[in-house]
């Protein structure tokens, strides 16, 4: 119940394209939804996220799809670069809690060839 | 700028050695973690702190131990090194108080057991 399971493992895409990596979760009581992205030789930083009120959240290129009937999320990179090429990661946790603590999907390597 | 600094980027031990993994972070955050980062496992919790002194398991504690005796300073101890053990590890902290408690990560140490 405390699982994310994210897919998929890899993706390769052409520039330009449209990459989708998909999230599901099973405790309906996750109340925040964020994505890491990690850049090879560093560590994860918060990319975006979405409270299970809306049912999508769009920063620039990225956008958060969210179905809360489904316990469903997935990210959307619009006109991908190759500059997006890394792994991304999709997390749960309880919002109201006070340690902050994220489960964390599996993670998803994205390459996006020119 | 945020800082999340750890002690070492590589690390190459023998089998049965202590291994002492330091984690700094510049943001008087009250909210410490270290993960394991394996390809297809994702990011899994070792330990987090959430105040000086104060520590929980997370997800995968078993041959591990922490020690916060400054808010800024997270150290994850490894009593007894195994092969099992290599692996990248991540340091975050985060500040507990608003909803999204963004959790920043320091760069990461790969740790290689012999």
């Known amino acids: 119940q405390q699982q994310v399971k994210q897919s998929p493992q890899s993706l390769i895409v052409q520039k330009g394209g449209i990459p989708i990596i998909n999230c599901a979760y099973e405790?309906?009581?996750?109340?925040?939804f964020p994505w890491y992205q990690q850049f090879p030789g560093k560590g994860p930083a918060l990319l975006i996220a979405i409270r299970p009120d809306v049912s999508e959240k769009k920063e620039g290129r990225f956008t958060i799809s969210f179905n809360k009937s489904a316990k469903q999320f997935s990210l959307h990179i619009m006109d991908s670069q190759p500059g997006d090429s890394a792994t991304y990661f999709c997390a749960a946790s309880y919002g109201s809690s006070n340690t902050g603590k994220l489960i964390f999907g599996q993670g998803t390597t994205l390459q996006v060839k020119p | 700028d945020v800082k999340v600094t750890q002690s070492s980027r590589y690390l190459v031990k023998r089998t049965g050695e202590k291994v002492f993994l330091e984690c700094v972070q510049d943001m008087d955050h009250e909210n410490m973690f270290w993960y394991r980062q394996d390809p297809g496992l994702g990011l899994r919790l070792i330990y987090f702190?959430?105040?000086?002194?104060?520590?929980e398991k997370g997800d995968i504690p078993e041959g591990y131990s922490v020690s916060r005796e400054k808010k800024e300073r997270f150290s994850l101890i490894l009593e007894s090194a195994s092969t099992n053990q290599t692996s990248m590890y991540l340091c975050?902290?985060?500040?507990?108080?608003?909803?999204?408690?963004?959790?920043?990560f320091g760069p990461g140490t790969r740790l290689l057991v012999l």
């Open positions: 702190s959430y105040d000086v002194k104060m520590k």
């Open positions: 405790n309906t009581a996750f109340d925040y």
């Open positions: 975050a902290s985060s500040f507990p108080q608003g909803f999204t408690k963004t959790q920043y």
